[in-house]
């Protein structure tokens, strides 16, 4: 019997609940009605979360123009400068990779030519000049392999940090929405429930911030190991040539 009447009672009062619950005003999900609804502490962060996305962004277009360039002229060039050095004619395998200076592999392969170049005299080759060109091969690598790399780094921080920054964002605006409810003496969900969508927006902005980051810094990574193996793989063939050339003098 007791169960049967606070059935009843519930009931009977669920309207009343939830005329209190959103007794506050509708909240409104258009973008400028959020962003003049937000703290000045949301609004900062949502000002950071789109200078890093803007930021990011220009990292993708920038690097994805770049290894395509280098993958357009290393296909180019590769063959030009292997007919070239087949004919023994370093100085036009020079002049084409010259002519493809976007190449990762050109810029490679003219340091080590170059070296090779400027220690051969008269005819011999000394061991000296093979491994001088190697470590002109191993240098211009490295060089090779920071410029292919630039601008990942700040790719990989905006893609782990932009979650946090947005839920910074987040936590900031549930406390000003429950201290406007505590001034306004008000309760209810409604009497919150501006207040935490415009604050949960900001998480939601970090995190189309930061997936795209993500992605992108694993793909771009995975495209510069491929030019690293690339790189490894001329400079080898290069002082395999360069040991060719030195049996030949000295037969």
Same mark, same amino acid.
């Given at each position: 019997?007791?169960?049967?009447?606070?059935?009843?009672?519930?009931?009977?009062?669920?309207?009343?609940?939830?005329?209190?619950?959103?007794?506050?005003?509708?909240?409104?999900?258009?973008?400028?009605?959020?962003?003049?609804?937000?703290?000045?502490?949301?609004?900062?962060?949502?000002?950071?979360?789109?200078?890093?996305?803007?930021?990011?962004?220009?990292?993708?277009?920038?690097?994805?123009?770049?290894?395509?360039?280098?993958?357009?002229?290393?296909?180019?060039?590769?063959?030009?400068?292997?007919?070239?050095?087949?004919?023994?004619?370093?100085?036009?395998?020079?002049?084409?990779?010259?002519?493809?200076?976007?190449?990762?592999?050109?810029?490679?392969?003219?340091?080590?030519?170059?070296?090779?170049?400027?220690?051969?005299?008269?005819?011999?080759?000394?061991?000296?000049?093979?491994?001088?060109?190697?470590?002109?091969?191993?240098?211009?690598?490295?060089?090779?392999?920071?410029?292919?790399?630039? &601008? #990942? !780094?700040?790719? *990989?921080?905006?893609? %782990?940090? =932009?979650?946090?920054?947005?839920?910074? /964002?987040? $936590?900031?605006? +549930?406390?000003?929405?429950?201290?406007?409810?505590?001034?306004?003496?008000?309760? &209810? #969900? !409604?009497?919150? *429930?501006?207040?935490? %969508?415009? =604050?949960?927006?900001?998480?939601?902005? /970090?995190? $189309?911030?930061? +997936?795209?980051?993500?992605?992108?810094?694993?793909?771009?990574?995975?495209?510069?190991?491929?030019?690293?193996?690339?790189?490894?793989? %001329?400079?080898?063939?290069?002082?395999?040539?360069?040991?060719?050339?030195?049996?030949?003098?000295?037969?």
């Amino acid at each position: 019997m007791l169960v049967a009447n606070l059935a009843t009672l519930a009931l009977n009062h669920v309207p009343a609940v939830a005329t209190w619950m959103f007794q506050e005003e509708t909240v409104q999900w258009d973008p400028l009605a959020l962003w003049h609804h937000m703290g000045i502490v949301a609004r900062l962060v949502v000002i950071i979360l789109f200078i890093m996305s803007g930021w990011s962004i220009g990292v993708m277009i920038d690097r994805w123009m770049a290894f395509n360039a280098a993958r357009k002229q290393s296909r180019a060039f590769a063959p030009a400068v292997a007919g070239a050095l087949r004919d023994g004619k370093i100085d036009e395998a020079i002049k084409v990779a010259e002519r493809n200076k976007k190449s990762h592999l050109a810029k490679v392969v003219t340091a080590g030519l170059m070296e090779f170049r400027a220690h051969q005299e008269s005819g011999e080759i000394p061991g000296e000049t093979i491994e001088a060109s190697k470590r002109a091969l191993e240098r211009t690598e490295a060089i090779v392999h920071a410029e292919l790399k630039r &601008g #990942l !780094g700040g790719l *990989a921080t905006i893609g %782990s940090t =932009a979650p946090f920054v947005g839920l910074f /964002g987040t $936590v900031m605006g +549930i406390l000003n929405a429950f201290q406007e409810m505590s001034k306004s003496k008000t309760t &209810g #969900l !409604g009497a919150v *429930a501006g207040g935490i %969508s415009e =604050a949960l927006v900001t998480t939601a902005i /970090g995190l $189309v911030v930061a +997936i795209p980051a993500v992605m992108m810094f694993n793909y771009l990574t995975g495209r510069v190991e491929a030019f690293d193996v690339e790189m490894d793989n %001329s400079s080898s063939e290069l002082i395999d040539y360069f040991l060719k050339r030195r049996g030949a003098v000295r037969r």
